[in-house]
């Protein structure tokens, strides 16, 4: 098989990759290969193990199904999200259904290593629970709560990360696994995963997620955009009005974060003989109705509709979504957002704008994981490789 | 030639468009073709007139030359650039060349007809100038001065341009000339013809205007960023601290542009008691050396960095070009801008920033709309258009 015909065959996987099941024919017009090119890669796909015969429900029997599709298991992906102190790990298939999942509760400050090994020894134990071989795994996808270099997969300067700078994630987990793995911070793979379950059509997405930090994740024209060195979205260290003279924990003073974020509203409260010493006494506090807790949630969404309006007028967004833990007092913070965002910006951005909670919630980085890995692996440029892996299972 | 074959010529034409000259058994080891299937594409895309044997410097002649490239005047582009009083207009080859060019003072404010007219009218003009015909026009691009819906070329409620909002600009254009009509804002074309032109790789890229208006061209994951309204980058109307009682002409408080255009430092220097009351008074008495004058350029650039600060935050460029009619006073406007921007931005998202002064000028404009209707008219989905026309050619 030549180059040239493996690249048509890719052509045709990628028709395929929508899940949507098509006759030979179909795939024929859609493409402009001739049937028997046609015949010659829908067996080629077939033998892989990647796509599948779907039973004809008009079927009458003897003559093989007349339409194809995915098989979304053919495959299988690694989706970790990292938080500062927990861990949640899931195998899916190439599509981001989970098929199996396992969550420990773990202490990102222990370093990489520790996290790594849990991660790797999760994998054999979800792909055992699922009677699924180590050689059915295609990729890994891994969020971290920090920024990373995507490209090599490399956290830089994280945070609250310590041991994580600069270490080589990829490596590491390939000792293990030798797949693609696919490393990025847990605000972009959350982004993906909110878009692919509830906004599949939006191409300029914003997901903001506020919780002990703010940041975002950013889809322009269908792509989440990472930037020069990865840290694109980082918005939680815009200075905002309300701002002056706080000073932040980044050194810089009156950053979005230090007012807004989660730990700045239990202080502020406390300052005001609450006894709200906490994100879960705040939310707590808000739900009883507590009307001090309420005007400082919103107050924080004001805070956050200051930044937003600027992302609105670089980015120029059809859907802003609100996530992290925050979002569980979201009425209070959009309604704040909201309140800045439609009053400031200009019409023509806001006309079209929705502002909306987080319908996925935690599930949104696993699904982003995995999708940010089956992606990279289905592509046009490395399905060959997938192929080829994939004969195995034929 | 069915679909499938003229699929792999468009692969191999893609592959020539950066005009390096290519031996049949490069293009083979390039594309994985087979050389009898390179010889017969060869001799398609010679036959399109769009590549053209390249003579060899070591050729003994008699033998047909070994290399062949794509003729970057196979086809012609025209571009235009609207300004609020003037237009330009180039044709250019499918690289971007300039070979032939015309400019005329041009109220917008009279309308599209006269605009385009005069366009259309000025096209004829230059093609017969350099002895080309009309049916090598392979596209038009045109830049205006206002927001473009860039999907259909349409104008929506541009200030400075009444009679326009709406206006189907390619469908007018198009009962001249029957060829894709691009239309985008000046800033989007100023921004792809200065990469283009100065900084081909970089991916992440702010192109700032700065003049009675100030907007930004954003290039990220080096694709031109438009949103979903076609309003990304509008960044003049984005709130700065020093705004605060200054009402916009948007109807906004505080907007940057009411403060650090071209026409608030030239009435902030009158209230001064300054002579300076125009723009080219300011740029007058900088290169003069009036102390007012370079600290209101130079308190315009920090009003500026403020703004791109954010813009750093959330897009996370490597290139900041600073352009428009302000660039005259670069010096004093960078300096301030870059004061804001190092001392207040994350050191990852500065260590490798660069903020420059446009070096391409006015001629960022044409550059920019050539090279986004050639692009249009060459990508893999449309060059079999052009191929079509263009066997006109052979």
């Known amino acids: 098989m030549t180059s040239a015909t493996n690249s048509s065959v890719s052509d045709l996987f990628q028709?395929?990759?929508?899940?949507?099941?098509?006759?030979?024919?179909?795939?024929?017009s859609a493409t402009g290969l001739s049937r028997s090119t046609i015949g010659l890669h829908v067996d080629t796909l077939l033998e892989s193990g990647l796509v599948t015969p779907i039973a004809d429900a008009a079927s009458t029997g003897g003559r093989p199904s007349a339409r194809i599709a995915l098989k979304p298991d053919a495959r299988l992906i690694a989706a970790a999200d990292l938080g500062a102190t927990h861990v949640t790990l899931a195998i899916t298939d190439?599509?981001?259904?989970?098929?199996?999942?396992?969550?420990?509760?773990?202490e990102i400050a222990l370093g990489p290593t520790n996290a790594l090994d849990w991660i790797t020894n999760g994998i054999t134990e979800l792909?055992?629970?699922?009677?699924?071989?180590?050689?059915?795994?295609?990729?890994?996808?891994?969020?971290?709560?920090?920024?990373?270099?995507?490209?090599?997969?490399?956290?830089?300067?994280?945070?609250?990360?310590?041991g994580w700078d600069e270490f080589d994630v990829p490596h590491y987990v390939q000792r293990t696994f030798n797949v693609p793995v696919l490393v990025d911070n847990d605000v972009n793979i959350m982004a993906l995963g909110e878009r692919a379950a509830n906004w599949p059509d939006a191409n300029n997405l914003i997901f903001l997620k506020v919780a002990t930090g703010i940041g975002a994740g950013i889809i322009s024209s269908g792509v989440l955009q990472r930037g020069d060195r990865g840290i694109?979205?980082?918005?939680?260290?815009?200075?905002?009005?309300?701002g002056a003279g706080v000073i932040c924990r980044c050194g810089n003073e009156g950053c979005l974060e230090a007012i807004a974020g989660g730990p700045a509203i239990a202080a502020h409260l406390v300052t005001e003989g609450s006894s709200a010493d906490s994100l879960a006494g705040v939310f707590a506090l808000v739900r009883s109705g507590d009307l001090a807790?309420?005007?400082?949630?919103?107050?924080?969404?004001?805070d956050i509709g200051e930044v937003l309006n600027m992302c609105v007028s670089i980015v120029n967004p059809s859907v802003i979504v609100i996530g992290g833990s925050m979002a569980e007092v979201s009425e209070h913070l959009i309604a704040g957002i909201r309140e800045v965002v439609y009053a400031r910006s200009q019409p023509l951005a806001t006309q079209n704008l929705t502002i909306a909670p987080s319908r996925t919630g935690p599930e949104a980085a696993i699904l982003g994981?995995?999708?940010m890995a089956a992606d990279f692996v289905m592509s046009p440029k490395n399905i060959n490789a997938l192929n080829t892996r994939g004969n195995a299972l034929a």
């Open 15 to 28: 028709l395929l990759r929508d899940g949507e099941p098509r006759t030979r024919a179909q795939l024929a």
């Open 94 to 106: 190439l599509v981001g259904k989970t098929l199996s999942e396992t969550f420990t509760p773990l």
């Open 127 to 162: 792909l055992t629970q699922i009677s699924r071989d180590p050689c059915d795994l295609a990729a890994i996808g891994i969020g971290l709560p920090g920024p990373v270099e995507h490209d090599t997969g490399r956290p830089s300067n994280p945070p609250i990360m310590p």
């Open 232 to 242: 694109a979205g980082d918005v939680g260290h815009i200075r905002v009005a309300r």
């Open 293 to 302: 807790a309420i005007l400082a949630v919103r107050q924080a969404g004001k």
């Open 369 to 371: 994981a995995s999708l």
